[in-house]
C-alpha cells in the first residue's frame, strides 16, 4: 500500500510594506499612487478580481473603490475605515442614492411593477381588492402637470380613479436597489417619499398615501399615512404631499409604497376617472454623518 506524507516547505511569509511585490509590472516599477490611478479606470467586475491577486493589491483597491465611487457618481462620498469595500461596490454599479427608487411612478408601463392585490393592512390581514386603474395621457379634466418637477419632464401621464377603490402597491427591496446594510444601519440617511394627486373640477374624490419601513422580520420600523378628501377650492390641480423618514432605527430592509384612491361622483360623472396620482417618489439621500 502507497503511503502519502505532506509537509510545509516553508513557514508562511509574512507581508512587507517595504518590498515591492506588487508594484513590479514587467520588470517596471509603479509607484502605488500610479497604480492607483490605473484601478480607478477598470470597471468593477475587474477589480474584484485585481483585489485577489496579492495582498498590497488588496490594501490599495480598498482606497480606490471610494475614489471610483466619487468619480463614477460625480461628488463627494464618504469615507469611513470600517465601511465595508461593498458598499462601494454597489454605489458604482447601482447608484442608488438621490434617484427615484419607484419603478413606473406615473403609469408610462401601464401597471407594470405594482401589485393590485394588496395587504392594505398588516395588522388587520389580507384585503384582496380588484383595483380598476386607468392611465391617461396627457391628463384629462386635470391642468398640466408641473413642469418644474423632473419626474414630468418628459411625458404628461397620471394614473387615474374611478368611484370604485383603487389600491395597489410597490415593495422596495434597499438591497436589490444597491443600498447597502452598513450604510442603512450605521448612517440612516434620510427617505424622502413624495407623490402628486388630483380630482377634476367636477367632482370631488379621495386620496390616501402609506408608506412604511419594516425589518427583516417583516414587523413595522415606521409608517407614515396620509389622507385628504378632495373637494370644492381644491379640485382641478395638482397637490402634492412630502414627507421624510429619519433616526428610523437598525435593520431597515425595505419600504412599501401604498397609495388608493375614489371618486365620490355621483350621477353622470360616476362613469368617469375623476381622480388622478403621479410622481410615486422614494429617495434615499446620500449618507452623511453616523447616527
Sequence with gaps: MGQFCATLSSSRVMFDEEDNNGLVLCDKYLPAEVLIEIFCHADCKTLLRCQLVCKRWKMLINHVWHKKTERTLGKPFLWDDKMPWTVYYLACTKKPYERNLVKNHSGAESLRHWDTTVPWDRTYGWLVTESPWMVAEPPVGMPQLPQTEPLFKDRQICFTTTHKNCKKVQV???????????????????????????????????YQLRVTLYRKDETIMDQFLFRDVIKRKKRNQWLKITHVFKNYGPGLKGITFEHSGNDRATGVWRKYNNGSIAGAYVCVRSPREKI
Design 172 to 206: 422596495i427591496i434597499l438591497r436589490d436597489e444597491g443600498i447597502h446594510s452598513y450604510i442603512l444601519d450605521t448612517y440612516q440617511p434620510p427617505i424622502e417619499v413624495s407623490e402628486w394627486y388630483g380630482c377634476r373640477l367636477e367632482c370631488p374624490a379621495e
